[in-house]
């Protein structure tokens, strides 16, 4: 959950981290664990509107408007030197104050797991994983906050890089959040069709003979049908590593799976940079297309198998006054039901001489 609190004006100081009287001499340089390296203390001046601070549960700054000297990824520890100690700032703090002292942690590994919590949690909030849906777009605020946290990951990414970049990214992946022709238009080529829609992707990167293998699971709501359909691409996965990120990545698909059914398919490759990979969340940039972006929670096998049966045993509301066929024989494949509703409307269309 992120809190917000109002205004503030911020000047950063150069006096040493102290702890208020009473406090114990090893806390007076450590805070939680932390050195002096990984601390700044920072004046907070409260303005005629309060604060300005958005934080979250663990008080991490995910909000810091016209604050140039707090960053977001900023972890508040202490204020005037007293530690919070698990405490949320905004139940401790002394509202009739107008001036504090919080000691910050900048320590990037604590900074970024803050962060990734706070990404997921507005990840979950959100209707649609398309933040350009435009059915269910989240406000600006919400996509402001969402850019704010994704952009403070990014510039910790080389900071915070796993050693092994390949092994580390080895497992399932679930899309969390993302823009761009990815989230819109998929990889498997299904989301051209009019009206079908990307409900969901998981990705999942495996050793192979030779070259990492790699299976891209794609949910696709198809109102045509009233029910939803699984695209299955595989393929094999190549990364290099880059200084200015953590891997350029291409990923190339050879083979097209619809709703269990192999389907004749064009070899498809899609270069993309990894901006950021951890052990829970790995963020991706078209090569191409830098201001679109796609970040993928891991998973495990059981719960993406699960949730993908879920799914494609579930049937849809059929929209924009589209009407579904319903046939007699249930198990024929949806792709072929798809197609048998496409020959129907061409027939429907010479006939009635539209073209």
Known sequence: ?????????????????????????????????????SIETITIRRGPGGLGLELSDANLVVSQSGQ??????????????????????????????????????????????????????????????NLDDVDAAPTPAVRARVMAVLGALEALGTQVAPADANTERLG??????????????????????????????????GEGEGMPQLQTVEIVADPLLGR???????????????????????????????????????????????????????IVRPADREKEFCAYWRTSPQAATAEIGQLADKPIRSSGGVGRRVDEDDSMPMWQQRQMEVDDENINQVESGIP
């Open 68 to 129: 140039p000297e707090l960053r977001i990824g900023d972890i508040v520890v202490a204020v005037d030197g007293v530690e919070l100690a698990g405490k949320y700032l905004g139940s401790v703090i002394d509202q009739a104050a107008g001036e504090y002292v919080f000691t910050v942690s900048r320590e990037p590994k604590a900074s970024a797991a803050a962060l990734e919590m706070a990404l997921r949690g507005l990840g979950a909030d959100l209707y649609s994983p």
């Open 228 to 282: 939803y359909c699984v695209a299955t691409l595989k393929g094999t996965f190549e990364s290099e590593a880059s200084g200015e990120c953590v891997s350029v990545d291409a990923e190339r698909y050879s083979r097209l799976v619809l709703d269990g059914a192999p389907q004749s398919s064009n070899p498809r490759t899609f270069s993309r940079t990894c901006t950021y990979l951890s052990a829970s969340l790995r």
């Open 1 to 37: 959950m992120l809190t917000l609190l109002l205004c503030a004006t911020a000047v950063v100081t150069s006096r040493p981290y102290a702890m208020r009287a009473g406090a114990s001499h090893a806390g007076a340089s450590r805070v939680r664990g932390l050195t002096r390296m």
């Open 172 to 205: 399932f992946w679930k899309l969390l959040l993302g823009e761009g022709a990815v989230v819109n238009d998929g990889f498997s080529g299904m989301c051209a069709m009019p009206g079908v829609e990307l409900i969901a992707q998981w990705q999942c990167f």
